[in-house]
Structures are given as C-alpha cells and as structure tokens.
Nanobody, 121 residues
C-alpha cells in the first residue's frame, strides 16, 4: 500500500512563510501528477498547486506569485513553499499524488490526511 504524509503546517502571522512537505512511501513504481489542495470548514476542497511529471505547474488564482510547488522525485517528496501568507490561506492542506505501483498498473489517486495551516496575528 501507499501512504502520503504531510508535515510543516502550523501557526504563522500574516505576511509570514511556511514550507509544507509531503512524502510518499510504500509500493511505488512511479509518480505522475502531484498536487496540493486545501479545504476550509464549510467550503469545497480547492486546488492550490499541481505539477506534472514533466514539470508543468498550475496554481490556483489566489496563490499565484506567493506559493511555489516543487518536488524531489528521488525522494518521492513534494513541497509547497508559501510566502506572504494571508488569513484567508488558513485551511487544512492535503497532498495528492497519482501513483503507479507496478509497471503494469494504471496510476491510482492517493491522498494524505492533511496538515493544518493557520494564518493569524
């Protein structure tokens, strides 16, 4: 089985920075697309940032210019550098990866359990 574990969340003041990490472990042949999503209570889960295996990156409109997604494929790890944080960035951030577990398998969708980011003074 595959597990995704996020880390790096916490409390930060407006204007501050945080770096989230997501590590994948288990039976992994290859990782295709990776992404970060977030969800505030009472709202739908929304895209924060995604990156393809080819390196094409997509960002949600509200985080463009402030957040940067990156990955270390050798470590099966993805990062989200968040700068100039705003109170409206407060949410649970979820890691998402499409992972092939063997050469013959199609990629399957996996989610982490989430890490809470709180932006408040």
């Amino acid at each position: 089985q595959v597990q995704l574990v996020e880390s790096g969340g916490g409390l930060v003041q407006p204007g501050g920075s945080l770096r989230l990490s997501c590590g994948a472990s288990g039976s992994i042949f290859s990782i295709n697309d990776m992404g970060w999503y977030r969800q505030d209570p009472g709202k739908e889960r929304e895209l924060v940032a995604r990156t393809t295996s080819g390196g094409r990156k997509t960002y949600g409109d509200s985080v463009k210019g402030r957040f940067t997604i990156s990955s270390d494929n050798a470590k099966n790890t993805m990062y989200l550098q968040m700068n100039s944080l705003k109170p409206e960035d407060t949410a649970v951030y979820y890691c998402n990866m499409w992972i092939r577990q063997s050469y013959t398998d199609n990629a399957r969708n996996f989610w982490g359990k989430g890490t809470l980011v709180t932006v408040s003074s």
